[in-house]
């Protein structure tokens, strides 16, 4: 399967600063990345899709002006956390789809946020 | 709207014994089907999925599920349990065709007691 990797795997910040944080593919080119909130105990959460090149399609509730999705290039993928506060503390996750097959979607080992 | 059932929230199961993880779902149209594991604090690694041919679907780590279409069902079944076996265990689906969001189960955490 595809090697997708995330960075920080955890980060520890105050409240009212921003965290960003990487999604790469390393094995192929990703036209699609998906971004993800697990709640503990829960399924996840689908809170943004982003296309290469192109804004950010939001999921209803999610404020795009808080979490803010850049997806630079075909490997590439960040997650903004701006102004953060505890309530964001949370297990973030991204996936990415594969140009060529677009019937699976594999997930970064996740990025644990805890806000102070 | 699509959506996956996972029933039980937890199944136990001895060491050596066979398991299954039960996934009903409801999707318009022909569905995809998926399972994913998730061990503590780690993401979600893809075991297997059915699109099409098979009914039975064989993935990793000995892992396999069975399509059912009259019942909806997409079942994730081990012969003989690992301890190491022991996660979180994800069922999803969507539409076949083109760009079709995912939709996940609640989970199901898998105990394998030796």
């Known amino acids: 399967g595809a090697v997708v990797s995330q960075h920080p795997s955890w980060v520890i910040c105050k409240s009212g600063t921003s965290v960003k944080i990487e999604c790469r593919s390393l094995?192929?080119?990703?036209?699609?990345m998906f971004w993800y909130r697990q709640f503990p105990k829960q399924s996840l959460m689908l809170m943004a899709t982003?296309?290469?090149?192109?804004?950010?399609?939001?999921e209803q509730g999610v404020e795009k002006d808080k979490f803010l999705i850049n997806h630079a290039s075909l490997t590439l993928s960040t997650l903004t956390v701006t102004s953060a506060h505890p309530e964001d503390s949370s297990f973030y996750i991204c996936s990415v789809r594969w140009q060529l097959s677009t019937d699976t979607q594999y997930f970064g080992p996740g990025t644990r946020l805890t806000v102070l | 709207a699509q959506s996956v059932a996972q029933p039980e929230d937890q199944v136990n199961v001895a060491e050596g014994n066979p398991l299954t993880v039960k996934c009903t779902y409801s999707v318009s149209g022909n569905p995809y089907l998926f399972w994913y594991v998730q061990y503590p604090n780690r993401g979600l690694q893809f075991l297997l999925k059915y699109i099409t041919g098979d009914n039975l679907v064989k993935g990793s780590y000995g892992f396999e599920a069975e399509f059912n279409k009259s019942q909806t069902s997409f079942h994730l079944k081990k012969p003989s349990a690992l301890v190491s076996d022991s996660a979180l265990y994800f069922c999803a689906v969507r539409a076949s065709g083109g760009y079709q969001k995912v939709t996940f189960g609640i989970g199901t955490k898998l105990q394998v007691i030796p």
């Open positions: 982003s296309n290469e090149g192109s804004k950010a399609t939001y």
């Open positions: 094995d192929f080119q990703a036209t699609t």
